[in-house]
C-alpha cells in the first residue's frame, strides 16, 4: 500500500503538472465520476490545486468540485504528454484528466469520488483523519496525545491508525520502531513519555527524509528508494522491513518478523535491538 510519503510526492507532482491550467478533457470508467461529468462538466473547469492529506489525494476543481481519491493497495496516478505511451495497459485506467500539455492518467484506483467542501468535511475516513505527518503544520503534541489515548493497543497497529497520525504505513511502523528501540507488539500504555514523544516524531523526520526535492517547481517523479538507515549503500537502505532471517544492521541478531493485528500486516523487529522486557527502562525513566 502506498505510504504517506508516495502520496505527498504524488499529489506535488500533480499539482505543479495541472494547477492552474484548463480542462479540456476528462475520461472515467467509474460510473459515478462519469455521471458527475454528465451533469456537471469537468471539462472547461480549472484545476485549482492538488494536495494529498496522510494517504488521501485531493483535486480541487474551479466551482467547488473535488476529486477525491485514495490508493489503497494497488492504486496510482501517472502524468503523460499527450500522445505518450502508457507506460500501464488501458484496461487499468479508471481516470484520465487532459489539459492541453499534460494529461493525469488514475491506473487501478479503488476509491474516487466527486465531493463539494461540505461533503468532503463530512466524508468517514477524512474527518477523523489525526495529524498529518507530512503537513507543515503538523502538530506533534496531538499526534502524542492520540497515540497515548490507544492504551491497550499493540504500538504496531495503534501506528497504523490513521486517526492517530496521518499518512503512516508498514513499511514505517516496523522502521520507526527498530530506530526508537520499542518493540512494535508493546503496548501503548507501557510506554514512557520519552518513548511516545520519539516514536511521533521519528515517524515525521522519516518521512519528510523522504520527500526531501531539489527541483524546485519543476514536474518531476520519483524514483529513488525509500531509506531510512542514512546509508548511501542501496542494500542497507532500510533497518527492518523486508529482512527476515538477515543480521541486524545494528547487533547482527536475525531479523523477525510476524503478522500483527486485525489486518495481519506483516511487522518486522530486531529481538535484541527491541526487546519486550520495557520494565527496567521505565523505571529508569521514571527514576530520573
Known amino acids: 500500500m502506498p505510504e504517506g510519503d508516495t502520496i505527498f510526492r504524488a499529489g506535488r507532482t500533480l499539482n505543479r503538472a495541472l494547477a492552474g491550467r484548463f480542462v479540456t478533457g476528462f475520461d472515467s470508467v467509474l460510473p459515478k465520476l462519469s455521471r458527475v461529468d454528465f451533469d456537471s ?66 491506473f487501478n484506483i479503488p476509491v474516487a469520488e466527486f465531493h463539494t467542501p461540505g461533503t468532503l468535511r463530512r466524508r468517514d475516513g477524512l474527518r477523523s483523519l489525526g495529524p498529518d505527518v507530512l503537513s507543515a503544520e503538523f502538530d ?44 512494535p507488539f508493546r503496548k501503548v500504555n507501557t510506554l514512557t513519555g520519552e518513548e511516545l514523544n520519539s516514536l511521533v516524531n521519528t515517524a515525521r523526520n522519516f518521512l519528510l527524509a523522504n520527500v526531501t526535492d531539489a527541483s524546485r517547481d519543476q514536474i518531476v517523479t520519483y524514483t529513488g528508494i525509500r531509506r531510512t538507515t542514512g546509508r548511501s549503500n542501496i542494500e542497507e537502505h532500510l533497518w527492518v522491513y523486508g529482512r527476515p532471517g538477515e543480521p541486524c544492521r545494528r547487533c547482527g541478531m536475525a531479523i523477525e518478523s510476524q503478522k ?12 535484541q535491538c527491541q526487546p519486550m522486557e520495557w520494565a527496567k527502562t521505565f523505571r529508569n525513566a521514571a527514576a530520573g
Request: aromatic share 10%; hydrophobic share 45%; net charge positive.
Open 260 to 271: 500483527q493485528g486485525f489486518d495481519a500486516r506483516t511487522t518486522f523487529w530486531c529481538p
Open 41 to 106: 462538466a469537468i471539462t472547461g473547469r480549472t484545476v485549482e490545486k492538488v494536495e494529498s492529506r496522510g494517504k488521501w489525494i485531493q483535486m480541487h476543481f474551479s466551482g467547488d468540485l473535488i476529486l477525491l481519491t485514495h490508493m489503497l493497495m494497488s492504486g496510482s496516478w501517472h502524468i503523460y504528454r499527450p500522445g505518450e505511451m502508457w507506460q500501464r495497459h488501458s484496461l487499468h485506467m479508471r481516470i484520465v484528466v487532459k489539459t492541453e500539455n499534460i494529461w493525469a492518467v488514475g
Open 140 to 183: 506533534s503534541a496531538q499526534s502524542i496525545a492520540n497515540l497515548r489515548a490507544q492504551g491497550e493497543l499493540e504500538v504496531g497497529v495503534a501506528l497504523l491508525r490513521q486517526s492517530v497520525i496521518a499518512g503512516l504505513g508498514n513499511v514505517f511502523k516496523s522502521e520507526v520502531c527498530f530506530a526508537c528501540g520499542v518493540n
